[in-house]
Structures are given as C-alpha cells and as structure tokens.
T-cell receptor
Framework: AQTVTQSQPEMSVQEAETVTLSCTYD???????LFWYKQPPSRQMILVIR??????QNATENRFSVNFQKAAKSFSLKISDSQLGDAAMYFCAYRSAEYGNKLVFGAGTILRVKS | DSGVTQTPKHLITATGQRVTLRCSPR?????VYWYQQSLDQGLQFLIQYYNGEERAKGNILERFSAQQFPDLHSELNLSSLELGDSALYFCASSPGLALPGGPTDTQYFGPGTRLTVL
C-alpha cells in the first residue's frame, strides 16, 4: 500500500519570504499523480498544485511550485512571496494511475505566516 | 467555490442514532468520493461511486453505507453512531475515472459536513 509522509508538523514563514514544505511517499508503481491541497481555517480543501509522475518538468502555479524527485520519492512544495492568506494546513496526496482513484493523504503541515 | 455542495454543514446527534449526509457533485462530474477527516485518523478515503455504481471501497465501516442516485447526487448513511464517528466528512467529485496513462482526474472537494456525536 502507498504511504505519504509529511515530516514537518508545523512551519513558520515571514510574510514575503519563501518556504518549502516537505513530502515523501512510498510506492512500487511507476505511474501516479501527486497533489498538494490547502485547508484554511474554513476547513475547505482547496487544490493548490498537481504533478503527473511521467512528467519530468516540475509543476508551477503562480507563487506555488514543486520540486519533484521521482527517484527519491520526494515531492516538496515551495511557496514564494508568502502572504497572510497562505496560512493553512497543507496536505500532500498520492493517487495511483492504475489501481483506483482514491487519494492517499499525508498527515499535513500547519503553515503559519508572520506579518 | 469548488462547485461541490454538501448538506448539512453541521450535524449534532446522539450515540446510536442514524444520519444521512448529502452531496451534489460539480456539474458534469460522474465520480463522487467520500472522505473522513478525524483528529486521530487524519484524512481517509471511504468510498467512490462512478455514474451510480460503487467503484472502490476504503476503510468504510459496515455501519456506514452510501449510494449515488440517477441525478448523480450521493448520500452517505451512518448508523449506530458512536462517539468515535465524530469527524468532518468530505465529498469530492471528478469528471470520470482516471485511466492508466490518461490525464489527471482531479478531485474537487465540497465544504464538508461536521458531525458531532454526543
């Protein structure tokens, strides 16, 4: 079974600075998808960014980018120019390309943004 | 706003009772997923329906059941409730099925239903 590990329970960043959230996963599959979801205090789950394992190029969405290292099974999220609205719980998630569509989530990282 | 709606937003009930959570997927989405978020178990997949048929099952208790109706809305039924069932229940939807080698079938989440069992 696939597992997702987020080793940082909590992170802090100064407004306008850059922060990186870590995620590692364990799988024997070669084709899969990875996601970062954001959960603000409203508890809504919001998709931040996604990455297809077969793509070598790292995904970017405005201030959010990932560092996908397939061999190391690492998928970190970089947030540039951090804003107060970025404060939330961030979840890394894995989905198999072949065996079902469920998302497997990590435990989450709380990101605090200081003004 | 993801386009996925869930009702009710909050539900408070007693142990032993039965409740129904409702989910309407985004327009055009055929797949519906249910997830449970609790403090001790984190976010866990419960069950998936695709176009009215059960597609995948996760760690769903036998006391829990779900269905997807012809209009594609879905209901999650929780019975013989226990204190440990208190959690945030999310519904998510996606356009279809993620096929091997195919494009990502991204799941979009509803706002959740907060269930409190007293």
């Amino acid at each position: 079974a696939q597992t997702v590990t987020q080793s940082q329970p909590e992170m802090s960043v100064q407004e306008a600075e850059t922060v990186t959230l870590s995620c590692t996963y364990d799988t024997s599959e070669s084709d899969y998808y990875l996601f970062w979801y954001k959960q603000p205090p409203s508890r809504q789950m919001i998709l931040v960014i996604r990455q297809e394992a077969y793509k070598q190029q790292n995904a970017t969405e405005n201030r959010f980018s990932v560092n996908f290292q397939k061999a190391a099974k690492s998928f970190s999220l970089k947030i540039s120019d951090s804003q107060l609205g970025d404060a939330a719980m961030y979840f890394c998630a894995y989905r198999s390309a072949e065996y079902g569509n469920k998302l497997v989530f990590g435990a989450g990282t709380i990101l605090r943004v200081k003004s | 706003d993801s386009g996925v709606t869930q009702t009710p937003k909050h539900l408070i009930t007693a142990t032993g009772q039965r409740v129904t959570l409702r989910c309407s997927p985004r327009s055009g989405d055929l797949s519906v997923y249910w997830y449970q978020q609790s403090l001790d178990q984190g976010l866990q997949f419960l069950i998936q329906y695709y176009n009215g048929e059960e597609r995948a099952k996760g760690n769903i208790l036998e006391r829990f059941s779900a269905q997807q109706f012809p209009d594609l809305h879905s209901e999650l039924n929780l019975s013989s409730l226990e204190l440990g069932d208190s959690a945030l229940y999310f519904c998510a939807s996606s356009p279809g099925l993620a096929l091997p080698g195919g494009p990502t079938d991204t799941q979009y989440f509803g706002p959740g239903t907060r269930l409190t069992v007293l």
